[in-house]
């Protein structure tokens, strides 16, 4: 199978999952528990059909729009997502530079493996970047200095990481940072030498954005579950947020908001948006969906602060339908990881390409010149 013949992100999976050692595969694509959240997170936007009219003389579209405060050629955002270099040596570089190409927002984790100041500096195309709050304050504190100073766009504070989620698939295969060679995964490595060579032979890992490697933080190749329930803080509430807020002074949004209540909330310590998200189902597993989540939080608060519908997009379509149900625009992670992970740049080129054609022909379809007509009137819930 070549980049060529993969026509959705489905395809790409299974690229990704051909080219990739198991315990990194299962690393991007398990989530917490029995993965019903994951799972539900995309068969959501299955549940509600879309009403389309026709005739509309739909020759010029425009696919455009706003997200805070800056242009996005699509409503689509490319979320923050940890450990890139080790899907594809190209890691953070090729996704941000995918994103530049198509014109698209992007985000770098906290756990990134590139430098704050080689990305703001590689690309002009707006750019988050992802918070994880440490209990070490002054690590806090100089991330966020370092986006202020490299001229980051925004800060997204992830909320929903307060432990970790039970990630059984990677309990399984013991996936660690830098990645361990255990005996019951060394046959998937040895049958993946394009991955293992550029692993071992391109730059060495290094999560570079936290004073120290992880490993040197506990001594040794951790879990991510052992990372975030040593180094990140347990304690972290509304204060700590309107704090980071404060800190930050930019513009500032809250990832992993599902409540109607916590929506409020973030207005009260002005955030400018919230990402409803519950990290792609893999945190609390039995968590509602996005976007069934979507409608109460919109009606509640979509006045005052932008939503942002994180999880779950695999189609062009389901991006239209969060745009519908009220949505400033969609996110997403392993829509372009799997493309990541397939063929490096030319694979997240590949899949913002699928994308950008499916919300094309689905506007199209649906009888719309632009993103601002799509509304309710044009879903029905089955
Ligand atoms: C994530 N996500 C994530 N979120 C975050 O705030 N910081 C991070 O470091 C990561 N890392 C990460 C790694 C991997 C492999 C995945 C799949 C996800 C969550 C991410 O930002 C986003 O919320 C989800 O990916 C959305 O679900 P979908 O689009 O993957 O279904």
Redesign the pocket.
């Known amino acids: 199978m070549r980049l060529s013949d993969c026509h959705n992100i489905g395809d790409l999976r299974l690229l990704a999952k051909r080219r990739l050692p198991w315990p990194v595969f299962d690393?991007?694509?398990g989530?917490a528990d029995d993965e019903i959240t994951?799972a539900r997170?995309?068969a959501a936007f299955d549940e509600v059909d879309l009403v389309p009219n026709v005739l509309a003389g739909v020759a010029e579209i425009d696919t455009s729009c706003t997200i805070m405060g800056r242009r996005s050629a699509l409503p689509l955002m490319l979320?923050?997502?940890?450990?890139q270099r080790v899907?594809h040596w190209q890691g953070e570089r090729a996704v941000a530079r995918a994103a530049e190409r198509f014109g698209l927002w992007f985000?770098i984790?906290?756990?990134?493996t590139v430098t704050i100041e080689e990305i703001a500096s590689l690309v002009s195309t707006p750019k988050l970047f992802?918070l994880?709050v440490h209990k070490d304050a002054g690590l806090n504190a100089s991330m966020i200095a370092r986006c202020r100073a490299a001229g980051f766009d925004a800060m997204?504070l992830?909320v929903?990481?307060i432990v970790a989620g039970k990630r059984e698939r990677c309990a399984r295969s013991g996936f660690t940072t830098p990645p361990r060679f255990t005996p019951s995964a060394l046959w998937s490595y040895a049958t993946r030498p394009r991955w293992a060579l550029d692993y071992v032979f391109r730059e060495k890992f290094r999560l570079p954005n936290l004073d120290t490697h992880v490993s040197e933080g506990t001594g040794r190749a951790v879990s991510i579950a052992e990372y975030f329930n040593t180094m990140l803080d347990t304690a972290m509430d509304w204060d700590t947020a309107a704090r980071i807020r404060q800190d930050w002074g930019g513009t500032f949004c809250l990832?992993?908001v599902m409540s109607v209540a916590d929506a409020r909330r973030a207005v009260e310590i002005g955030a400018d948006a919230i990402?409803v998200?519950?990290?792609?189902?893999?945190q609390l597993d039995g968590s509602r969906a996005p976007f069934d989540q979507l409608a109460e939080i919109v009606d509640a608060v979509g006045g005052e602060i932008e939503v942002i519908c994180?999880?779950?997009?695999?189609r062009g379509t389901h991006v239209l339908k969060a745009l519908a149900q009220g949505a400033t625009a969609a996110?997403?992670?392993?829509?372009y990881?799997y493309a990541l992970a397939a063929a490096g740049q030319a694979g997240v080129e590949r899949a913002l390409t699928l994308l950008k054609d499916e919300i094309e022909r689905g506007m199209r379809l649906m009888g719309v010149t632009s993103i601002e007509q799509l509304d309710r009137e044009m879903l029905r819930q089955r």
């Open positions: 690393y991007i694509d989530a994951r997170n995309t979320s923050p997502t940890a450990l899907f985000g984790s906290s756990l990134a992802q994880y997204a992830t929903d990481t990832k992993g990402m998200s519950n990290h792609g189902g893999r994180d999880g779950g997009v695999r996110s997403g992670g392993r829509l990881l």
